[in-house]
């Protein structure tokens, strides 16, 4: 196997597949599948909500040109737990990868979204038939619930 380049940019190609994606869609490059650390945006509508770090083997990376392959579904399924003061939205991007090999020493104990500059190497979104972001796959409520309407601010008029 071709070794991998994880600090080039890539450009992240959402594909839905079972195992395996099959060959790289821009070149026809075998891909292979590597577990890292990566950055996801969400949102709802047009307004971002969280961004969350999430850990696995979610990309598919070619080992000729920078494309890295994501199965939306993946993402989605390792989204679906969420904590309370999380605000995760129903659109996400996979923003990039996390190299964890650049954190400088002094900052190594520190939690990932505290260090300073963050080592993200960011994917350009690939532009093609599926533009819109994927949406992340929400469980039906049971049965005589309802959503919590959200806080909203009352404005107070000026007199």
């Known amino acids: 196997m ?5 600090t080039t940019p890539r450009e992240c190609i959402y594909q839905q597949f079972e195992d395996q994606p099959g060959p790289c ?3 026809g490059s ?3 599948s590597s577990a890292q650390t990566y950055l996801v945006a ?3 509508g047009g307004r971002v909500t969280d961004s969350f770090f999430i850990g696995g083997d979610i990309g598919w990376f070619c080992t000729k040109c ?5 199965n ?3 993402v989605s399924d390792m989204m679906g737990t969420s904590l309370p003061h999380w605000d995760v939205g129903s659109e996400f991007a996979v923003v990039g990868i996390m190299n964890l090999d650049a954190v400088p020493p002094e900052q190594r104990h520190l939690p990932l979204s505290e260090v300073e500059p963050l080592p993200l190497v960011p994917f ?9 972001p ?3 796959k929400t469980r039906p409520r049971p049965a005589g619930t309802r959503r919590k309407p959200s806080k909203k601010r009352k404005r107070r008029r000026k007199r």
Do not use: K, M, W, Y
């Open 66 to 70: 920078p494309t890295v392959v994501i």
């Open 72 to 74: 939306p579904d993946r």
């Open 124 to 132: 350009r979104q690939f532009l093609g038939e599926a533009s819109a």
């Open 25 to 27: 869609p821009r070149c």
């Open 134 to 136: 994927p949406r992340r």
């Open 42 to 44: 969400t949102r709802r």
């Open 2 to 6: 071709n070794s991998i380049d994880f």
């Open 30 to 32: 075998p891909l292979h």
